[in-house]
């Protein structure tokens, strides 16, 4: 990875530390994984699905972290129904607040910043025919980070109405199995945790290099 600037080398050594202090904190001190767990649980039965989807609507405006985890740790906390419901209406806000910042607040940053970045270039290029399929898939299969696709959705032309939409139908396979998978295997949510950040570094720095070249190669 020769190529790759100080700036990007920086973002995957951050990457590495928070995932070595994750995976380190849930394997030596999983009790405070737990702790959470228990003040979700009891916290009421609408006091602590809101308090969870407000920490997803956060992390969305604000990393990059992928949706997946919520998913599954909402359906071992509150059961899978309500966890599916909460995962669900939590992301959905979160990308359409995404979307009003990127349209009425950050529409120049993102443009000037993703000028060139393949996934940017290919939604504008679709944004008069198929935008709502190409947001569609984007859900559905999540190669992009979650919170990406709503910004940079907001400075097209789409209507707010049409990108929730495809992001409910979009979303709703992957939280609705996550969410039952994870009452499922309840008593391994520590190891399926740890495999979750694992996972998610390596497609993180995955995506940083792809995308660096990409702008080397211009295209």
Do not use: Q
């Not at 994750?22 to 009790?31: E, Q, R």
């Not at 899978?80 to 990127?102: N, R, S």
């Not at 995506?207 to 070249?213: D, Q």
């Amino acid at each position: 990875m020769s190529y790759l600037e100080r700036g990007d080398k920086i973002k995957i050594a951050l990457i590495l530390l928070v995932l070595i202090v994750a995976v380190f904190i849930l394997i030596k001190a999983p009790n405070l994984y737990l702790k959470a767990e228990s003040f979700l649980k009891e916290s009421g039965d609408i006091r602590g699905p809101l308090i969870f989807a407000l920490v997803i609507i956060i992390l969305i405006l604000i990393t990059p972290f992928p949706l997946s985890p919520f998913a599954f740790i909402g359906g071992i906390v509150f059961g899978p129904t309500i966890g599916f419901i909460t995962t669900m209406l939590a992301a959905t806000l979160g990308a359409c607040l995404a979307f009003i910042i990127g349209r009425y607040i950050l529409s120049r940053f993102i443009s000037r910043k993703f000028n060139k970045h393949p996934v940017y270039r290919k939604m504008l290029e679709e944004e008069h025919k198929h935008i709502l399929k190409f947001i569609l898939f984007n859900r559905l299969l999540p190669k992009n980070p979650f919170e990406y696709i709503s910004y940079m959705a907001g400075t097209t032309t789409m209507e707010i109405t049409k990108f929730a939409i495809a992001t409910i139908i979009g979303i709703m396979p992957l939280v609705f199995i996550l969410s039952f998978f994870g009452k499922t295997i309840e008593n391994y949510r520590i190891f399926a945790l740890i495999l979750f950040c694992i996972l998610f570094s390596i497609y993180w720095i995955y995506k940083i290099a792809k995308s660096k070249r990409y702008y080397l190669k211009g295209y």
